[in-house]
């Protein structure tokens, strides 16, 4: 195996690949990546036995076909180290040793035969649907929030994927929730699009965002019950689904929450920030005092003292008391593309719905605490 390849665009599809790989496993292949340089491209693979990530990458120059595996980490770093805009010529000098040379630098990199490395079956049946890589970032990114990180719960960490059916329009919808809290969103997909429901693990969604962030085009994709695939650009992310069954969500979203309560987005957001300065762990809840025209935030900490702020807001219903987790309601007005923020209340132990009126189809659900 030899050839020659531009290093900006060897360090890019190295970047998308390299996130994919476990730092410490057992298996010593898993740490390394798979080259195969055929037909004037190569193809680059990494996998950690849950997902696989592959892409084809064109060359400058093919001179000799061939495959191996080499260090992720190492060739990765390499390759950043070395100037921009330079070529990177590889020769496979041996079946265990790859040539660098770029410029005045070289390398031998110790290698591991491909034969054992694991590749999955990539044949999907379903059909493809494709979807906009802007609005797929925006789905996950406005449900990532709610991600149980509670290992016992297995089917809650990660984002429940499926299809739902509103007034004659058909909708791919992901949710996510830790039982603290939880956050919905949706995208319109053709009425025609088969979809099977099910639970992407958070490795993949990090990963799939990382990719999506870098994309402009169309995203494909399939699934069985048991894998689902993304096809982005020249690369391909193939990964297996969380095996468990996600709870009724549907029962805990709140529909007769008629306290209305409106706050300019940024006020709320850099207020909640300065009274919860106090906190240091942000353990301690964070209070509201709801009246009609303003809202007091305080939190008081044991150890280190107490901070309140009144702010501006609209309030339709009489004063009430209520207090939440502030790490919750700060990663909420995050995702919120308005410039207030709308929360519909019932009592200060019911949960609340928080909407965003520049998004009809996201909401995200919170419980009080009690304090």
């Given amino acids: 195996m030899e050839f020659t390849i531009s290093r900006n665009t060897f360090l890019k599809s190295l970047s998308h690949a390299y996130g994919i790989i476990e730092k410490k496993t057992t298996l010593p292949i898993l740490s390394n990546i798979l080259i195969e340089a055929k037909d004037s491209k190569i193809r680059i693979t990494a996998t950690d036995l849950d997902i696989i990530y592959t892409e084809e990458i064109p060359l400058q120059e093919l001179k000799k076909e061939g495959s191996t595996t080499t260090s992720a980490s190492i060739i990765y770093d390499i390759l950043r180290k070395l100037e921009p805009n330079t070529k990177v010529e590889l020769f496979l000098q041996?079946?265990?040793?790859?040539?660098?040379?770029?410029?005045?630098?070289?390398?031998?990199?110790?290698?591991?035969?491909?034969?054992?490395?694991?590749?999955?079956?990539?044949?999907?049946?379903?059909?493809?649907?494709?979807?906009?890589?802007?609005?797929?970032?925006?789905?996950?990114?406005?449900?990532?929030?709610?991600?149980?990180?509670?290992?016992?719960?297995?089917?809650?960490?990660?984002?429940?994927?499926?299809?739902?059916?509103?007034?004659n329009k058909s909708f791919l919808s992901s949710v996510a929730t830790d039982s603290h809290r939880l956050s919905s969103s949706r995208l319109e997909i053709d009425s025609n699009t088969d979809f099977e429901s099910i639970i992407l693990p958070k490795k993949t969604i990090f990963q799939l965002i990382s990719l999506l962030e870098q994309s402009t085009s169309a995203i494909k994709i399939s699934n069985n019950k048991s894998k689902i695939k993304f096809e982005i650009d020249s690369g391909v992310l193939i990964s297996k689904v969380i095996d468990g069954r996600f709870p009724d969500y549907s029962k805990v979203v709140p529909i007769d929450n008629v306290k209305i309560l409106q706050i300019k987005l940024n006020e709320f957001k850099n207020s909640i920030e300065r009274v919860t300065t106090v906190s240091s762990d942000r353990k301690e809840g964070l209070k509201m005092n709801i009246s009609k025209d303003f809202l007091q935030l305080s939190v008081n900490s044991p150890n280190?003292?107490?901070?309140?702020?009144?702010?501006?807001?609209?309030?339709?219903?009489?004063?009430?008391?209520?207090?939440?987790?502030?790490?919750?309601?700060?990663?909420?007005?995050?995702?919120?593309?308005?410039?207030?923020?709308?929360?519909?209340?019932?009592?200060?132990?019911s949960p609340v719905l928080i909407k965003d009126m520049s998004d009809k189809n996201s909401f995200h659900v919170v419980m009080p605490m009690k304090i």
């Avoid at 790859?98 to 990539?122: A, I, Q, Y």
């Fill in 94 to 167: 041996s079946a265990n040793k790859l040539k660098l040379v770029s410029g005045n630098s070289k390398f031998n990199l110790l290698c591991l035969s491909p034969d054992n490395f694991p590749l999955s079956d990539e044949d999907i049946k379903q059909k493809t649907f494709e979807v906009s890589s802007k609005k797929m970032l925006k789905l996950l990114n406005k449900t990532k929030i709610s991600i149980s990180n509670d290992e016992t719960r297995h089917y809650l960490n990660g984002i429940y994927l499926h299809k739902i059916n509103i007034e």
């Fill in 304 to 349: 280190s003292g107490e901070g309140i702020e009144s702010i501006n807001a609209i309030f339709n219903s009489d004063d009430m008391d209520i207090s939440f987790n502030s790490r919750y309601l700060i990663d909420i007005a995050s995702q919120i593309e308005n410039d207030l923020i709308i929360i519909n209340l019932k009592d200060a132990a």
